[in-house]
């Protein structure tokens, strides 16, 4: 851990909490669906750029 930390340049804790969230999504993230499609993708940021918005709203 401490030698991936040096390297990238983030805590430990930081790696230890991506591995954990790996090992914990790895079947959805290696699913047999294969990727998302193009227009899934659009939509997926379509409504990301939606949520973005509301939250800048809110804090203004």
């Not at 930081?14 to 954990?20: A, G, K, L, P, S």
Request: hydrophobic share 35%; glycine share 6%.
């Amino acid at each position: 851990m401490s030698e991936l930390s040096s390297l990238y340049g983030v805590r430990p804790t930081v790696i230890f909490t991506w591995e954990n969230e790996f090992l914990k999504r790895s079947d959805e993230l290696f699913s047999k669906h294969g990727p998302m499609s193009e227009i899934d993708f659009k939509k997926g940021c379509q409504e990301f750029y939606a949520k973005i918005g509301e939250l800048e709203m809110q804090r203004e």
